[in-house]
């Protein structure tokens, strides 16, 4: 069965970075797009990055663009999201989601790791 | 970027009463070949990630129950839960999925019991 399991949130100072990882499971990244999404406490959802199955194309928001490195390890099915300069309104829940295919809602959601900015 | 625009931003329903929740693009979501409509509705409980509901704007996911229900078609779209239940408490998100990746969402609806 499909799974999506993010981790590496934490607290971390206005201008730092953080790493975070989507391990997947039940399936191959190599065969799907993966995204993140992220929603900021009481907010609405965000679309954040997406690195396409070919591992090639990578897509960022206006928002993150130039700061946020989407990439993938085949060997360990994972997912990252480098973020750098980080600022307060990066603050959110970092979900990392999957569609079954190119232009398609997203079926799968994993649980979100949470990102906190602040000095 | 496509704009989703969700009417009203919070909604309360007696049980057993209808709910409806309206979501808007700013562009037609409409494509032309497949002739399907590349919107989706999520609901979010709290502490949970959000859930498909519904997707080409009117096909129901498989186990959502078959008291919610989307239509529209273009711009203008709406979903409604035709007998509102206590355990529909939730936020609910439209989404559009017609400009890849660049998938956008509408900023949210709560909805909430009379």
């Not at chain 2, 002739?35 to 080409?56: E, S, T, V």
């Amino acid at each position: 069965q499909v799974q999506l399991v993010e981790s590496g949130g934490g607290v971390v100072p206005p201008g730092g970075s953080l790493r975070l990882s989507c391990v997947a499971s039940g399936f191959n990244v190599e065969t799907y797009d993966i995204h993140w999404v992220r929603q900021a406490p009481g907010k609405g959802l965000e679309w954040v990055s997406a690195i396409w199955y070919d591992g090639r194309n990578v897509f960022y928001a206006n928002s993150v663009k130039g700061r946020f490195t989407i990439s993938r390890d085949n060997s360990k099915n994972t997912v990252y999201v480098q973020m750098n300069s980080l600022r307060v309104e990066d603050t959110a829940l970092y979900f990392c989601v999957r569609a079954d295919t190119n232009l398609a809602p997203f079926h799968y959601w994993g649980q979100g790791t949470l990102v906190t900015v602040s000095s | 970027d496509i704009v989703m625009t969700q009417s009203p931003d919070s909604l309360a329903v007696s049980l057993g009463e209808r709910a409806t929740i309206n979501c808007k693009s700013s562009q037609s979501v409409l494509h032309s070949s497949s002739n399907k409509n590349y919107l989706a509705w999520y609901q979010q409980k709290p502490g949970q990630p959000p859930k498909l509901l519904i997707y080409w704007a009117s096909t129901r996911e498989s186990g959502v129950p078959d008291r919610f229900s989307g239509s529209g078609s273009g711009t203008d779209f709406t979903l409604t839960i035709s007998s509102l239940q206590a355990e529909d408490v939730a936020f609910y998100y439209c989404q559009q999925y017609y400009v890849s990746p660049f998938y956008t969402f509408g900023q949210g609806t709560k909805l909430e019991i009379k």
